[in-house]
């Protein structure tokens, strides 16, 4: 078949899509209703002739032509980009599209120099599209190892082949309780014997007991994926839970949250840089990282 325009629109809708896990799921990124979006998917199903997917009742799950379909997809897009990217850079120009893949609450960090990095790059061209994914830590590495993201902000228990980590700052995270938790308003005393029968929050990257050893009880009762998640648990008052200090200052300062033993129950985590040896070799992405890294004030390899 030839590659037309309408059907590198929907390729990116099935590559949304699956990357979402599902319909629905893609709705808040695609910004589009679940029906436009299924129409979109049967149009690519139509065009291509093959069924690319398994949608119902049992949930979401691709064929065997769809996991190719997938792969194909993303190898397509990336080369329609970098085409892009490249013809910009044969001009001198700045243009296309930098996506940016980003773990959630960063925004409240005032290490966290994003925001300035996307001004700076914004000043030197106005042909720049820029895209901004907030999501899992483990969505991030892998949004950068496919391509679909240009570069990363994040964290990583195991880092992937073929993806360079530049630290740019460290956040420091707190154990806390809420008001209403037994641990709130007790005293010194108390803490230890009542920490033993605390439920703390089990959440997803480098915040499990394993990495921290801090000898407290993790059931399966209160799990969370995001920070936003943990905090929501938090205020319960049935649980407490490991948080960065710039998101939980907000709760703090209200009175509503309280840090347990800070001097013994804390952890950094590095937050880093993440791009792609294969996808960050246009005059974009390379301008796009300069300024991440300039911005955090970190110094160039020579």
């Known amino acids: 078949m030839q590659v037309q325009d309408v059907d590198l629109r929907l390729l990116r809708v099935f590559v949304t899509i699956v990357e979402c896990g599902g319909l629905s799921a893609a709705e808040s990124r695609l910004n589009i209703g679940r029906s436009t979006i299924s129409a979109h998917l049967s149009d690519l199903e139509i065009r291509l002739g093959v069924k690319l997917c398994k949608r119902g009742r049992s949930g979401f799950e691709l064929t065997e032509p769809g996991r190719i379909t997938y792969q194909a997809s993303l190898e ?13 850079g044969s001009k001198q120009q700045l243009s296309g599209r930098v996506s940016i893949a980003i773990i959630d609450t960063l925004v409240s960090d005032p290490h966290c120099k994003v925001a300035q990095a996307i001004a700076a790059l914004k000043d030197k061209s106005d042909n720049i599209q820029f895209d901004l ?27 992937i082949r073929g993806l360079d980590y530049t630290p740019l700052h460290y956040e420091t995270n707190y154990l806390y309780c809420a008001a209403g ?11 230890s014997r009542l920490l033993s029968r605390a439920e703390v929050i089990t959440s997803n990257y480098l915040r499990d007991k394993e990495r ?11 799990i969370a994926y995001h920070d936003e998640g943990i905090a929501h648990l938090i205020l319960t008052g ?11 200052s907000y709760w703090v300062d209200k009175g509503l949250f309280k840090a347990i033993l800070p001097a013994k129950y804390s952890y950094q985590i590095p937050l880093m840089l993440i791009t792609s ?20 004030a970190v110094k160039e390899q020579s």
Not at 76 to 88: D, H, R, V, W, Y
Not at 238 to 248: N, T
């Open 76 to 88: 397509l897009l990336q080369q329609c980009e970098a085409f892009a990217n490249t013809i910009a």
């Open 133 to 159: 994914y907030v999501c899992e830590a483990r969505e991030v590495e892998t949004a950068v190892a496919n391509g679909r993201s240009l570069l990363g902000i994040g964290v990583s228990r195991h880092q």
């Open 181 to 191: 938790h037994p641990l709130f308003d007790c005293t010194e005393q108390d803490i």
């Open 212 to 222: 921290r050893n801090d000898g407290l009880h993790y059931p399966n009762s209160a």
């Open 238 to 248: 049935k649980f407490i839970g490991y948080l960065p200090e710039h998101y939980a």
């Open 277 to 296: 040896k294969q996808h960050a070799n246009t005059p974009l992405a390379q301008a796009m990282i300069k300024q991440i890294k300039r911005s955090h």
